[in-house]
């Protein structure tokens, strides 16, 4: 297996022979996740410290249970009553880490670009799980590892990501990594939620659903970031449902056989009609849950097998 990369930081610095890799190993965790022991010894010894800046039930209860089935001793810091909210730096931070001497450190920041700051400072493997509006690359890992399980491959796929581009890391992630291994991406939502200049990166924009959607093989919703919204980006929930909300009308334009995803959390008669998302023939939200496990036991483990082919070093 080739995977050559210190940090997990973000989609767009690996290559597509290291995506591959990632997930072909989050297969096998996916096998020893459904059985009955679901304990592997690869981290033991190895300590993981969670840092989340920002709330995310689901992201950071991956992680921890990702973390503890690889045998790693697992601590989550509660960042609300951190020195950090105290007055004292992300440098400072990163130097009273140090000193704890962590072996990988999961971070999620509201501020785009801390996570590599915090790489730069710390002596140990650090994943970024979510970093203001830049990325959030195990989110985009497992959408590519559900992807890739529902649908046989991974390439010349059509996938229309739908909703809040604007405010999304996720769907930057997965724009970045769906590119890579070559799909068709179209992006698809109001004007008033697409960044400007969003067509440079090789995508098709679409402010239509039915013109979007039309004979899609994926069809990936994103939920409205209302927290990073501070106007009137659309007029009400009950017109964006009308005209960007995924309903069964709306996905009879898609591929008989296209699969339906969300990042959660749903905002269900907002994002997703509710039938659509339970549809377990369509609908593989779920799947998408059990793979991010698998997906941040992968990464965790090729992380801790570069950590420990380098010498220890010493930060001056």
Do not use: W
């Given at each position: 297996?080739?995977?050559?990369?210190?940090?997990?930081?973000?989609?767009?610095?690996?290559?597509?022979?290291?995506?591959?890799?990632?997930?072909?190993?989050?297969?096998?965790?996916?096998?020893?996740?459904?059985?009955?022991?679901?304990?592997?010894?690869?981290?033991?010894?190895?300590?993981?410290?969670?840092?989340?800046?920002?709330?995310?039930?689901r992201t950071q209860a991956s992680f921890e249970l990702a973390g503890k089935r690889l045998g790693a001793d697992v601590m989550s810091m509660a960042m609300?009553?951190?020195?950090?909210?105290?007055?004292?730096?992300?440098?400072?931070?990163?130097?009273?880490?140090?000193?704890?001497?962590?072996?990988?450190?999961?971070?999620?920041?509201?501020?785009?670009?801390?996570?590599?700051?915090?790489?730069?400072?710390?002596?140990?493997?650090?994943?970024?799980?979510?970093?203001?509006?830049?990325?959030?690359?195990?989110?985009?890992?497992?959408?590519?590892?559900?992807?890739?399980?529902?649908?046989?491959?991974?390439?010349?796929?059509?996938?229309?990501?739908?909703?809040?581009?604007?405010?999304s890391r996720v769907a930057r992630s997965n724009l970045l990594l769906l590119h890579k291994m070559e799909n068709r991406v179209r992006l698809i939502g109001?004007?008033?939620?697409?960044?400007?200049?969003?067509?440079?990166?090789?995508?098709?924009?679409?402010?239509?659903?039915?013109?979007?959607?039309?004979?899609?093989?994926?069809?990936?919703?994103?939920?409205?970031?209302?927290?990073?919204?501070?106007?009137?980006?659309?007029?009400?929930?009950?017109?964006?449902?009308?005209?960007?909300?995924?309903?069964?009308?709306?996905?009879?334009?898609?591929?008989?056989?296209?699969?339906?995803?969300?990042?959660?959390?749903?905002?269900?008669?907002?994002?997703?009609?509710?039938?659509?998302?339970?549809?377990?023939?369509?609908?593989?939200?779920?799947?998408?849950?059990?793979?991010?496990?698998?997906?941040?036991?992968?990464?965790?483990?090729?992380?801790?097998?570069?950590?420990?082919?380098?010498?220890?070093?010493?930060?001056?």
């Amino acid at each position: 297996m080739r995977f050559d990369q210190r940090h997990l930081l973000g989609i767009e610095a690996l290559r597509p022979d290291e995506i591959t890799t990632l997930l072909d190993l989050a297969d096998k965790y996916v096998t020893l996740n459904r059985s009955r022991n679901k304990r592997s010894g690869i981290l033991s010894g190895l300590t993981q410290v969670n840092m989340f800046f920002e709330n995310s039930t689901r992201t950071q209860a991956s992680f921890e249970l990702a973390g503890k089935r690889l045998g790693a001793d697992v601590m989550s810091m509660a960042m609300a009553a951190s020195s950090i909210k105290k007055g004292e730096t992300l440098v400072d931070t990163a130097l009273t880490l140090n000193a704890m001497h962590p072996d990988l450190l999961v971070v999620r920041h509201p501020n785009s670009g801390a996570v590599d700051l915090l790489s730069q400072k710390v002596n140990c493997a650090v994943i970024n799980a979510g970093d203001g509006r830049h990325e959030h690359p195990t989110q985009a890992l497992l959408d590519a590892l559900t992807i890739r399980r529902a649908k046989g491959r991974l390439h010349r796929l059509t996938v229309a990501i739908c909703g809040d581009i604007a405010h999304s890391r996720v769907a930057r992630s997965n724009l970045l990594l769906l590119h890579k291994m070559e799909n068709r991406v179209r992006l698809i939502g109001p004007p008033t939620l697409m960044p400007a200049g969003i067509e440079a990166f090789g995508v098709e924009v679409y402010h239509d659903m039915a013109e979007g959607l039309r004979d899609a093989d994926v069809v990936m919703m994103l939920r409205l970031q209302k927290e990073r919204m501070d106007g009137g980006f659309i007029p009400s929930e009950r017109e964006y449902f009308y005209r960007y909300g995924l309903d069964a009308e709306k996905l009879a334009l898609a591929r008989d056989d296209a699969i339906v995803m969300h990042p959660g959390p749903m905002n269900r008669g907002v994002e997703i009609d509710g039938t659509i998302a339970d549809d377990i023939n369509r609908s593989v939200i779920q799947e998408q849950v059990e793979m991010g496990v698998a997906v941040r036991m992968a990464a965790m483990d090729l992380l801790s097998r570069n950590l420990r082919a380098r010498p220890t070093e010493v930060m001056a």
